[in-house]
């Protein structure tokens, strides 16, 4: 299991989140793992972390529906942040869930070269937007988030995931400008998700009109 770390003192960068995600890789072992194994193993990387494991299957083509599962379980990491707390807690029930131990060491694995690049841009600045009480609003836009997720919306996992991604990132390198960006993602999410659902009721909305005339 790793050991806990805290924010570097001096204000310099905390540690890389793909230095993290490649050390709870190797912790991983046998061949399934429970989901609470792997929130445990996270004890001192907290929330951050969590939100980048959650939301990077959804950057990515994946089984379709896996975007209301992860949704539901970003619910409540979100709460965690609005209530300013540090530490992980999930309901008993989930943390009995498990997963193939070589499926999730291979996901994480490859998201580590993805974050790397990431890495060279993200930096501790305006780190206030990183702390409380920001961070209260920035668990309100990761749960607002996790509800489009949830929603059964053909093509709205993309853009909400890349906001919770970049919600993560920011918290665990502390950086206010990734805070920012993230916002700015989260509402083209739901402009899409709006457009979206619009345009569609508009068009079998015609597409009936159309019909029952014909007949």
């Known amino acids: 299991m790793s050991q806990e770390r805290t924010p570097p003192a001096d204000g310099s960068a905390a540690v890389g989140a793909s230095t993290l995600m490649s050390e709870l890789a190797d912790t991983i072992d046998g061949e399934r793992v429970y989901l609470g194994d792997v929130l445990d193993r996270l004890h001192g990387q907290g929330q951050g972390l969590l939100l980048l494991i959650l939301s990077l299957p959804m950057c990515i083509p994946n089984i379709p529906g896996i975007s209301t599962l992860f949704g539901a379980l970003l619910i409540g990491p979100s709460l965690q942040l609005m209530r300013g707390r540090t530490t992980i ?40 937007l990183t702390e409380w009480p920001a961070t209260s609003l920035i668990g309100l836009q990761t749960l607002v988030m996790a509800l489009v997720l949830i929603l059964p919306i053909w093509g709205a996992n993309l853009i909400p995931g890349i906001a919770v991604a970049l919600t993560g ?34 068009f079998f909305n015609q597409l009936w009109k159309w019909s029952v005339g014909w007949f």
């Open 89 to 128: 807690w999930t309901p008993q029930f989930m943390r009995k869930w498990t997963m193939k131990a070589s499926s999730l060491r291979g996901a994480l694995r490859a998201c580590v070269p993805l974050l790397r690049k990431v890495e060279h841009v993200a930096m501790p600045r305006l780190t206030s």
């Open 169 to 202: 990132l920011a918290i665990l390198q502390r950086d206010g400008a990734l805070v920012i960006a993230s916002a700015c993602v989260a509402v083209a999410a739901l402009a899409w998700v709006y457009f979206g659902t619009y345009y569609t009721f508009a």
